[in-house]
């Protein structure tokens, strides 16, 4: 079993898009801008509304923090999402009556209706996909031209993704919430 999680090397992002196609593609999420599963936001860091300045702006990537106590899957009625062996937070399709529940409790809105499978969907590292055919990165990994992520097994000392979190100062996401995100955004 592992602990996957991943580092996020934000500055690097040139909001090319290619990790959101690339998922959309692999794991077959509907297109659009109201299905994702991972997603690149833009911070606004000069000016006031309505004079915004994009000349100096960051590219936020993000997803799903498979959170090692996840809010979603503390409120989930049913237990659709739940976390696997591996430390991924999932969802069960056959179980997910569609409440939304997970989508309310999430801190880092990392949840979608996909109205293809009539679910709250989010993403799942590939889990479905390439890890199950024994590959051992995501497809927003490897698509990314710029080496923005960095997915492995956090509980491996010698996996790329510890030797980075052991050498780079990180910050994660809304950490005063408790749930123990397992995104590192490298600064």
């Known amino acids: 079993m592992a602990n996957y999680g991943m580092a996020l ?6 909001n090319c898009k ?16 109201d299905s994702y599963r991972i997603w690149v936001g833009t911070k606004e860091i000069e000016g006031e509304f309505p ?23 503390k409120v989930c009625p049913t237990q659709a999402t739940y976390t696997d ?27 979608y209706i996909d109205k293809e499978q009539h679910i709250v969907d989010k993403c799942n590292f590939c889990s479905d996909t390439r890890l199950a055919r024994g590959e051992t990165t995501t497809a927003c990994q490897s698509t990314c031209p710029t080496k923005v992520r960095t997915f492995g097994d956090l509980d491996d000392p010698n996996s790329e993704i510890s030797k980075l979190l052991r050498t780079r100062d990180y910050k994660q996401m809304k950490v005063e919430l408790g749930a123990k995100p397992k995104l590192f955004y490298l600064l």
Not at 58 to 68: K, L
Not at 85 to 110: F, H, Q, S, W
């Open 85 to 111: 062996d591996n430390g991924v937070v999932r969802v069960d399709a056959e179980k997910c009556i569609l409440c939304t529940y997970c989508m309310t409790a999430c801190p880092y809105d990392a949840r």
């Open 9 to 14: 090397d934000y500055k690097n992002c040139i």
């Open 51 to 73: 004079f915004l300045s994009m000349a100096n702006s960051e590219f936020e990537p993000s997803q799903c923090q498979h959170c090692e106590d996840a809010a979603c899957e």
């Open 18 to 33: 290619a990790c959101e196609s690339a998922c959309k593609e692999e794991n077959g999420t509907p297109m659009g801008a």
